[in-house]
Nanobody, 125 residues
Framework: QVQLVESGGGLVQAGGSLRLSCAAS????????MGWFRQAPGKEREFVAA????????YYADSAKGRFTISGDNAKNTVYLQMNSLKPEDTAVYYC??????????????????WGQGTQVTVSS
């Protein structure tokens, strides 16, 4: 079992920044991939970014490239999502997720086995 807890969400103005954190506990050695997804009202949950525990490969959605940075601290069992130049369209609940198996389809929701409760990010215009 892996437990995930997100933090760092909040209300910011357009152009501002936030850093989201995801603290993992439990059998964290089973977390091969850590990812961030987001879901806005009335929309499907969409991939934002992911990082592999071994190798550190990073992956980003087109909407995140150049603005968001994912990073991890294995010693602390924590992953981060630094979000800069935020836009109103970034408004969503952001979820941390963990995959217990090395996966090819790293951008797919179904790849992930564990999910946090989510943290709200609201960007005002």
């Amino acid at each position: 079992q892996v437990q995930l807890v997100e933090s760092g969400g909040g209300l910011v103005q357009a152009g501002g920044s936030l850093r989201l954190s995801c603290a993992a506990s439990g059998r964290t050695f089973s977390s091969y991939v850590m990812g961030w997804f987001r879901q806005a009202p009335g929309k499907e949950r969409e991939f934002v970014a992911a990082i592999r525990r071994i190798g550190g490969g990073k992956y980003y959605a087109d909407s995140a490239k150049g603005r968001f940075t994912i990073s991890g601290d294995n010693a602390k069992n924590t992953v981060y999502l630094q979000m800069n130049s935020l836009k109103p369209e970034d408004t969503a609940v952001y979820y941390c997720a963990a995959a217990a198996t090395a996966a090819w389809n790293i951008m797919e929701v179904t790849t992930y086995h564990y999910w946090g409760q989510g943290t709200q990010v609201t960007v005002s215009s």
